[in-house]
């Protein structure tokens, strides 16, 4: 059983900067990943609002280069699914696919995945009509007529998106107002967006790719169709902390509960980047949290000794 002194938990913005400082500090550090460097980053076609790139930089590119920044700096990865997790005990534990490791401190950077609709099909539909990121998918709709579910501010902003690429863009929601901040209200306006107020996606239809939905009237009971190539759902954002649950206090939505330090309910367990309870959650915010937890979590390696 390999031990650690810092074990990251994920490998996207948060969880290789944790690991880049980790190690260069001289910590024997080690992300786990599932998949491959990058996080939902990765699934980015170009990000435009991180500093030092005025083209934009590929998400996939860029978690390639964090997780080569952090190697070189002694900071190893294994790729493995953590299936559990000991964060009480003395030394912490993860056990995962690839086996047991142990580790002084934790820093949990695990990320928060889009929710599903969990309507029938939607999940053989996704990259055929489904998309959850207007930004990362969105191109693939230029010219088409689309809908986005949700009235938050990822909806209203993949609706704005998409309205400069596409003929059409409704927006569903199942109120008559929006939860998004006021400021966007007259810009879906002049941006020509259609909202369906009052409405639930009841439905998806297809052929080989999507071709419609089901609208239902939550008020009158009314059903309606919607014809549409491409049905990009923002309902909100599931953390993903289902592997910590009962041991770290999470907030109402289930994200971990910490400020800044990044230090949560648990002595030595840290949370860093979407998984965390903040306002803005961005490549640039995550990377700033992985900073930080890896800081902080210097800190309690070193009050502990
Ligand atoms: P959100 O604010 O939680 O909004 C989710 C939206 O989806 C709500 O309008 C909600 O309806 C709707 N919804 C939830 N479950 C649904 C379901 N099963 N079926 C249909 N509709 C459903 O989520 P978000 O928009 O992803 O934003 C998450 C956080 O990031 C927020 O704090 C947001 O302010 C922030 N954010 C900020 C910016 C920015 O500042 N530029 C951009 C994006 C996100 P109800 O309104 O009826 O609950």
Redesign the pocket.
Known sequence: MAHYEILIVGGGPAGYTAALYAARSGRKTAVVEKLSPGGQMATTSVIDNYPGFPDGVDGFELGEKMEQQARKYGAETIYAEVTGADLAAVPKVLTTSEGEFTADAVILATGAY??E??LPGESELRGRGIAYCAACDGMMYRGKVVAV?????????DALYLSKLCQKVYL????D?????AVYHKALEEAGVEILWNS??TELRKEKRLTGIELENVVTGEKSQLACDGLFV????VPDTALFAGQVETDG?GYLVADESCRTSVPGVFAAGDVRTK???QVITAAADGASAAHWAEEYLLKRV
């Open positions: 889009p929710r609709l969990g579910n949700g009235g938050g501010n990822t909806a209203v902003e569903i929601h199942r109120r107002s929006l939860r998004a901040s639930r996606v923002a309902v909100g954002r939505a306002a803005l959650r």
